[in-house]
Each structure stands twice: as structure tokens, then as C-alpha cells.
């Protein structure tokens, strides 16, 4: 006699269609961050810094210095004391 397999049941995948998702309005503090970081151009400055450290062709592109620099000033201002949670 041969042994069989229970059949179970198994869960739908759930998928969501991100666009039909409702945004957040923000913080106000963030919003007034970006606003002048912005202004000034900070994004430029920064990835004018990180040039030297670019690869050509090293596989697939990273964050922007930009955005990796406000990422970990949330980190600091919100008490997270690891990238992972940051991210």
C-alpha cells in the first residue's frame, strides 16, 4: 500500500495593486527637510562627493547618495539604531 499526501488547503496569493493604495501625508518636519535640502542642492552636492567611489559596471545601481544620507539622518532623528530598520 502505497503512503499519500494530505491535501491541504493553501492561502491565495495576496496581491495588491500598490497604486490603489492611499499615501500618507508626511510629517511636517520632513517635508521642510527636503524642502530645503532641495533649495540648496544637496542631491548634487552629495553625489558629487561619492563620484570617486562610483564603479562603471558593478552590478545594479544603489541607492542615490542623496537619499541614503536623509535615510540615515530619519535613522538618527527617529531613534533607529540599524540600517535594517531604516530601511
Known sequence: MAL?????DRQA??????RSLAEAPGHPFYQKLNEVL??????????GLCAPCYADRTGRPSVPPGVCFRMLMVG???GLDSERGID
Do not use: T
Open 4 to 8: 499519500g499526501k494530505r491535501a491541504r
Open 13 to 18: 496569493e495576496l496581491w495588491v495593486d500598490s
Open 76 to 78: 538618527c532623528y527617529e
Open 38 to 47: 532641495s533649495k540648496h542642492g544637496f542631491d548634487e552636492y552629495a553625489e
